[in-house]
């Protein structure tokens, strides 16, 4: 058991230890300072006010977990958080009437961190696109400038008979999605429906980027790559797509300034097949807006479920938002089965890279770590031989735990 539990740690600690970020003048040091990125020391303020955003869905039940052990947290580590609960999403619309309300985003901008549950439900998935839970999401990154979006996919020994794939596929996983989050399709203009003259309909996106927009990204998981083990994968679809032509292009300029660490390309048609034949061929992999979605929750499933994948989204300047990779999973929202895992471990990731509070953060990794050395799992995870419980429970388990944790985290 402590063998593994140390495992876990190393791998937990796998994104870069001086990755430090400290509210408000959070910038990320990058090699050249070409970008306003640059690795800020830890800050000396114990007091943080946190923008809670629920959401809808599961995203309250699992929200409300992580909100517990952070206070928790910080009741042992004599940090204060003020939690201001917002509206985002479906819970928003219902209320206000959109779904990024103005009041959400000028906390959010004020506040040191975001913690968000997730959004979306099948009341609003017949909404005209402005007045979708999701576009209140997009809003809100885009509004926060939160371009880089992290997502360690990292298998824990107690969770290897979790996952659909062998065990020997499985073990030792340990890889970061670098996700571009605030371009792309996802942003791109011109969008939208027109008809023609023969009253046939049509959809259409641009997938767009701009060098500015592909430099910040690359340098990001360059920075990121060069502190882990050192093995860049760009993801991409060079060989069909312009946007993509000129990402590889700038990705391969940008490399120069990064001799130390091993770039690879990979179409993400190949990249997607990879990740499921040899994971761990994979330690950092930098993509656009919408191959790092689906690539991240393709990997959430190396890991046994979509409930264990953390993320954090970082900006330049101001605060990150921390929120699960998974959605407001409607199918078994308000039944006490969602896993809280990847919330509190958004938890952890909010207090490591949005705040500077690593011994904090390692406190709720180790507690996570336990729980699930104990057996305790939720019904995406169960496995024979270990125990069914709730989310309410495993929150339970998890605080549970510090006492005894306290000592064992140096
Ligand atoms: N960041 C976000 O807020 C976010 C992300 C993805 C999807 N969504 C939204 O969520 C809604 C549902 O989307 P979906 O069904 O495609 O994806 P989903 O991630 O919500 O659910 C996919 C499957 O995984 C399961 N699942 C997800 N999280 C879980 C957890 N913590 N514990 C146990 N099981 C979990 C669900 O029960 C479901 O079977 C949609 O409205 C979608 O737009 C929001
Ligand atoms: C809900 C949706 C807008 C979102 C995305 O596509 O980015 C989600 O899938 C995610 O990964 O956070």
């Known amino acids: 058991m402590a063998v593994s539990l140390q495992f876990n740690f190393k791998a937990l ?13 959070r910038s990320f040091k990058f090699g050249l300072g070409l970008v ?40 042992l580590e004599g940090i204060k958080f003020n939690f201001r609960e917002m509206l985002l999403g479906g819970a928003a619309l219902d209320e206000t009437g959109v779904p990024l309300p103005d009041e959400t985003l000028s906390v959010a901008k004020q506040s040191d961190a975001i913690l968000l549950g997730a959004i979306g439900g099948y009341k609003w998935d017949k909404n005209e696109k402005r007045l979708k839970p999701e576009t209140g999401l997009l809003q809100l990154r885009e509004g926060l400038k939160v371009y880089a979006n992290l997502r360690p996919a990292i298998v824990f020994p107690q969770l290897m008979d979790a996952s659909t ?18 371009g792309g399709i996802y942003f791109g203009k011109p969008r939208g429906f027109s008809t023609d003259e023969n009253g046939e309909e049509s959809g259409f996106n641009t997938e767009i980027y701009t060098t500015h927009q592909i430099d910040c990204i690359t340098r990001f998981a360059f920075e990121i790559a060069q502190k882990r083990r050192g093995k860049l994968c760009s993801v991409d679809k060079a060989n069909v797509l312009e946007a993509s032509m000129l990402w590889r292009r700038r990705v391969l300029a940008i490399a120069e300034e990064y001799p130390d660490v091993e770039l690879s390309h990979m179409y993400v048609d190949n990249a997607s097949m990879q990740l499921v034949r040899y994971p761990k061929q994979f330690d950092t992999i930098v993509t656009n807006n919408i191959f790092g979605d689906i690539l991240s929750d393709e990997a959430a499933m190396i890991t046994g479920s979509i409930g264990m994948l953390p993320s954090a989204s970082l900006a330049d300047l101001g605060p990150g938002i921390f929120e699960p990779i998974h959605g407001s999973a409607p199918d078994i929202a308000g039944q006490d089965k969602a896993n809280p895992f990847a919330t509190v471990l958004s938890a952890a990731m909010l207090l490591k890279y949005g705040l500077g509070e690593e011994k904090a953060a390692e406190r709720i990794d180790y507690a996570v770590l336990d729980t699930l050395n104990r057996g305790f799992r939720t019904a995406d995870i169960y496995s024979a031989g270990t125990k069914l419980v709730g ?12 006492g005894s944790a306290v000592g064992a985290v140096t």
């Open 13 to 25: 600690r796998s994104l870069p230890q001086d990755f430090h970020l400290s509210p408000r003048n």
């Open 36 to 75: 306003k990125c640059s690795a800020a020391s830890p800050t000396s303020k114990r007091s943080y006010s946190i923008t809670l955003l629920p959401g809808d869905g599961i995203g309250p039940e699992v929200t409300t977990v992580a909100k517990n052990v952070l206070d928790f947290t910080g009741s």
């Open 165 to 182: 794939l062998k065990r020997e596929i499985v073990d030792g996983v340990d890889l970061v999605v670098v996700r571009e989050l605030t």
């Open 391 to 402: 989310c309410k429970q495993i929150g339970e388990e998890i605080m549970g735990l510090f």
